[in-house]
């Protein structure tokens, strides 16, 4: 079974920092593509960033110069690293991996920008 837990959301003031993480139950190896994806209240899901197996990113122009997506094969966790951080980025944040078997998604975690 393939699980994703995502935790480090919460309540940020805008241009602050947040690090959101992502544990899974598989080698991160497994995946062929790592990432998060973030869901606006009234939104459809969209493409935060991703990181393919051989460490290639996609970024959101909006992600690009202030999110980045970091593995730690050890401790098999996917960290998004948020900077300068702005009222629209409020969102559900979803962690995502893609395995031979299909695609699977993490519950989700809060992320709130005040402005």
């Known amino acids: 079974q393939v699980q994703l837990v995502e935790s480090g959301g919460g309540l940020v003031q805008a241009g602050g920092s947040l690090t959101l993480s992502c544990v899974a139950s598989?080698?991160?190896?497994?995946?062929?593509?790592l990432g998060w994806y973030r869901q606006a209240p009234g939104k459809q899901r969209e493409l935060v960033t991703t990181?393919?197996?051989?460490?290639?990113?996609n970024s959101s122009d909006s992600a690009k110069g202030r999110f980045t997506i970091i593995r730690d094969t050890i401790k098999k966790t996917v960290y998004l690293q948020m900077n300068s951080l702005k009222p629209e980025d409020t969102a559900v944040y979803y962690c995502?991996?893609?395995?031979?078997?299909?695609?699977?998604w993490g519950q989700g975690t809060q992320v709130t920008v005040s402005s």
């Open positions: 990181v393919t197996i051989g460490g290639d990113t």
């Open positions: 995502y991996g893609r395995v031979w078997r299909g695609d699977y």
């Open positions: 598989l080698n991160l190896l497994s995946f062929n593509l």
